[in-house]
């Protein structure tokens, strides 16, 4: 079983930043995607980004140029930098790996107010 937890949400103000992280442990392949979705009150959960193990992403087209995806296979830790931050990322953040199996994280507010 793969659990994912999440770090790094918060409070932030319009024009800010913040970083989140998501550990993966367990039992994980050699070669899957990890992402991050969030979630909006009253809006579906959307794909923020995700990047597999060759380093290959994809992002969102509303983070494009703001937000940045890594991440560390030898620590199975996949990173969101988020800048330039607005009020309409606010959201719960969910991890995501994916394999034959799909896992999430247990999910991290992000509020971006002034």
């Known amino acids: 079983q793969v659990q994912l937890v999440e770090s790094g949400g918060g409070l932030v103000q319009p024009g800010g930043s913040l970083r989140l992280s998501c550990a993966a442990s367990?039992?994980?392949?050699?070669?899957?995607?990890m992402g991050w979705y969030r979630q909006a009150p009253g809006k579906q959960r959307e794909l923020v980004a995700d990047i597999t193990t060759g380093l290959t992403t994809t992002y969102g087209d509303s983070v494009k140029g703001r937000f940045t995806i890594s991440r560390d296979n030898a620590k199975n830790t996949v990173y969101l930098q988020m800048n330039s931050l607005k009020p309409e990322d606010t959201g719960v953040y969910y991890c995501?790996?994916?394999?034959?199996?799909?896992?999430w994280g247990q999910g991290t507010q992000v509020t971006v107010s002034s």
């Open positions: 995501n790996l994916r394999t034959s199996d799909i896992f």
């Open positions: 367990g039992s994980i392949f050699r070669f899957y995607v």
